[in-house]
């Protein structure tokens, strides 16, 4: 995911859209083809130093014009016209946003096979431990006997819940900016938008979304439940872990959850990366909606602020479950401990609809899927 | 707004959680119907101190200690076995959740009623301006020509987007809780928890949500999106109305913007209470995320957070409606100061595709709704 | 504290601010002293509608507005020239941002007051148990022993430093704002200034800080930072309380911490309200942060959204350390218990420097206050 | 600041505290001086791969795990017995916080040279400009006349009082942790941890501070409240900077502030820079705040999640500063501009105390410097 969100390919997804956004003014007759050729050719070719390029993008205040000055040198080199015909009509933020939603496109991939992979893991730990009594516990304090297949259950469909929002967010919010630049299109069609948003495979926007970023903001708390769903889960293991309550560990790992003091320790690393990324999440997500309120047709500030936000966001979210992942997949869950902490509460051994519950969980999980 | 989340809403919703749950009960014969009617009537008749039940559920930690035992002391007097049949099987956390998804239902309507008004303002005027032409801006520096029309129909697709999440996450986040003591719903039915959900026209979830909260925080997020996408509104009207730009106005409303040491001012009052609102709620929702992972069955601190902050807002988000859609129905448009704002800047006069963009957006807003 | 910031105090502070005023500027000559006395006079006795005052005030998008009115009504049936003098060179926030200061000086030592008994509590822990071996335990797990003296004064330093920094923090930001209609402080005098600070015990700051609002931002962290510190304690209490460890308890108050559902239930409300406030704290300062960079002389959204969160975070600060203190003060500690957990941690005997680390600590506590 | 966040800086921090441990181990006895001189020489010239280190770090959840069994394995090869002395009685926690701390004591003197650059900037603007008349604002309406001088004072008292807040919490902060294992000291003393302290010139604890994050928290919170110092600058230049105001510009820089669809643009670009680092800024402190209540002796997830937030604060903070002390030392003002704006505001012409005003304020910032 770092590398989804690194530097070269954000180069790679910048570079991508004057591609297409070549090809499809070649094919609407803005520019002619092969001067499109020649682009999407420079483009495919183009070996750029990332390094120089981020500074000279820092110094500008944005990317587009060092890359596009680049760009254009490349290829007048060879063909002096087509040079001019590069980010034919778009404007800085039009290659800003389209890139980072290539890069938020790839970025969901992944989220979305870490989740369900870890979905699938706590399936099973929900089927497995469907009658598998333990304590139920309220504000930290026992209260009603449980089964463990009912707290597996109750984690898979909060991944699972979030895992929705965040397809629905993805599908809504992976959609091609090109507004030009003040967003009114100029010297721009709506046919050049529709094919460079087919060949990007993002969505199309009624019109352009520079200033309209509620899209961004529901990708962004979308990330964060999730982070927060995983969390949970974290949280849970993490209790269930003390050496008083010992009812569950993370799996062993060579190497992971050792004390540089203490031999003896069997820490729960796992948790730990999870639950720190939940901690952290918040406050992205905070500051991507107060940069809602943003000035006329491209903000000041609270735009710029975002990019880096959303990239940790994905990060987070993507570290939490490949951190809870293998978790779940190799849990060790001591029953007899649970049946212990159960009788040592005195609070009866009737797990009520435990069982049921969650099989109509899973149930419900397996049909939606 | 601030009604509906008031004490005297809370207490009936609470008394309707009980009355659905005898009624429920008795329809499955879990409790005889005669003792559901009196619990009901009980529920319907109650006149309770407000102000010391909320001292008392502040000392308890919990609203249903109190309530439950006020009404049982209420029945007990005329019906003995009824009165312990009160809250039968259920838990704190069963009434407060849905106790305070109904007094969500209840905003949700207002807020939808306010947004959809605001809405159709806006639709107004990017009809009537579609064609008005003025400048547009990036970073606070004159780009290119726009037309007024395009700057309200962006307005318009924002508020309209983040309405639709709205009701998304209110479609999903508004489900009964029941699930007893530790939410294995010992003692409880579906069939009960079923007949509940429709009685009290909430949703109903496949198991309990008492430790799962992403429906509360797709909600907060939501409703933060929508204050925000109201925001942008004030955001831009407030700079237009600049002296030295002079664009457009706030309606003059008696004894309203004036100032107590300039009486020649005319303030911008309600972007002043959207941008505020805007400003307010990014740190409630992040309070709301922090809490995902809550601990067990149900959370200490955590879940306890999330009421007053999903209280609040809903008042920020119904506050920011409220204020900015007199300003959208009644906006002073200075057409003329636009043209010579537009003129000065020198960037030409040609409005792109803004007219059409425009008409598109009011297509794709109406074709919807 | 909810007194503190209700409406009949800021009524006060109100008033407090504008008799202020008359009567400095009566000092200085600017108006006489007569119609001092009779604005000071009015301003005593004034009794006007509160819930009709908030309600003009919200119309009008300031208190200062409608304030103002009825005062200069209530003299001028009696001193018509008095009346024109009421508010004299003073505009809404110098008013608003008086009377919020005025608030949060009564706010501020109604924290001391109880961050002091709480830090005492604290202390006689420490002393108490500075050689009561228990188990160290990191990352939720068992580390090496402790004694639980060290514990109690880690929390001692944990509320002492940031007890200190929100004193710190007060003294600055406690400052009087008189700045007239732009800041200039047209009309007005530093001696005026001077002099009304000293009548209302607040500081008199440099220059008018009506759109510098650091100090409202120091503030505002500082009681996240001590809200944080109480939780801490919070978080270890009920970790202690957890049934498998049961090493500390909340005192037994009657009628708390029971539950609807289950009669054997003891939960830690006291921590509950801790850590519930501890949860809701940093999105408030979030919230005042992000309106630092107010537009010109006074903000428009930023500056309005800060006296709100401010209320807010003095009432969680508040609430946090009134539910802790007298859980430190009856806090029950099982040694045994303690002893048990270590032993069975297996991780040795030797608490270490603890005991002589918790006296270091209580001998700081008490040197420096 | 990015370096000093770096890699690179953390493993060089991190062999710093391993060998003034060492050294100060030695100096009270504890090991020998021979092997202190070869663990001491061991660290100054250790050449670690940083990418395989970081990679280990994340494995094991901590980096002193690697670091310790390299720099063992490294010293082992000529002395076997000196090897086993390295990183004797210390925790990960005691190397991560310690090192964490000697970047930030890097970090700060980066901070205060930039701001103190800045500050003398904003000091010649009051000067030159202390009876330059321009127009009040407030509310984003014209109000009252003011100076351009009085503004500047205005910047530079808020920028003057968060940068002593960020000196007094980093004095407060800028501590050295040590504590072993669970913070007991367990075989170590106070005079190990004082000569370490002064060792490394950092501040020492009465006690370790492993689970007792104030003086983090505050120091984050200082950091945040100083950008916002600093984008209360940006906003105020970008407003002035719109073109229908046109009062003052951000200095022309090569190849800065360019726009790649419009040649005719010149962007505020540094405050773009700063105004997006006060937008990141409060989310990342609301984090820190949220993680205060941690577990026991060490916490799981707060405590990890603090570092990342800790370095992007020190990195915003800077890089505000480094945009915006060029713009306030460049600064183009436009007196006439000014004039004519305020008398097309007619709102007559008295400038009120605004010269004296700005000379006071300027008199009491070089007083106390």
């Known amino acids: 995911m770092i590398a989804v969100f690194g530097d070269e390919t954000l180069l790679r997804a910048a570079l991508d859209f004057e591609a297409a956004l070549a090809h499809a003014q070649a094919a609407e ?197 999730l982070t927060g769903a995983v969390g949970k889960i974290a949280r849970d293991v993490s209790l269930m872990a003390q050496g008083e309550v010992a009812e569950a560990f993370e799996p062993r790992v060579d190497g992971r959850g050792g004390s540089s003091a203490m031999a003896h320790k069997r820490n729960p690393t796992g948790c730990q990366v999870a639950l720190s990324a939940a901690a952290r999440a918040p406050g992205l997500v905070a500051a991507i909606l107060s940069g809602l309120p943003q000035e006329h047709e491209r903000g000041l500030g609270g735009w710029q602020a975002e990019a880096p936000g959303l990239a940790s966001l994905f990060e987070l979210a993507h570290g939490a479950l490949a951190a809870m992942r293998p978790v779940a997949e190799g849990l060790e869950v001591d029953a007899t401990a649970q049946r212990r902490n159960l009788r040592a509460a005195n609070v009866g051994a009737d797990t009520g609809q435990s069982a049921a519950l969650a099989r109509r969980a899973l149930a419900h999980y397996r049909r939606d899927r």
């Open 29 to 225: 007759g803005a520019i002619p083809s092969d001067a499109a050729e020649v682009i999407a050719g420079a483009c495919a070719g183009a070996r750029f130093d990332i390094a120089e390029l981020a500074e000279e993008a820092a110094h500008a205040g944005t990317l587009a014009i060092p890359l596009v000055f680049r760009l254009r040198a490349l290829i007048a080199a060879s063909d002096g016209p087509a040079a001019k015909l590069v980010h034919l009509g778009a404007t800085s933020q039009d290659l800003a946003d389209t890139a980072l939603m290539l890069q938020a496109k790839a970025g969901a991939a992944l989220i979305t096979a870490e989740a369900r992979g870890l979905a699938d893991a706590l399936a099973r730990l929900a089927e497995t431990y469907a009658e598998t009594p333990m304590l139920g516990r309220t504000l930290l304090q026992g209260a009603l006997p449980i089964t463990f297949g009912l707290k597996a259950a109750n984690w898979l469909l909060g991944v699972d819940a979030a895992l929705r929002r965040f397809e629905r967010e993805a599908q809504e919010a992976l959609v091609l900016q090109l507004g030009g630049g003040a967003g009114s299109m100029a010297g721009l069609t709506f046919a050049v938008a529709e094919r460079m948003a087919a060949d990007l495979s993002l969505g199309a926007a009624p019109m352009p979304w520079q200033s309209r970023r509620d899209g961004v903001a529901g990708l962004a708390s979308a990330l964060a439940i």
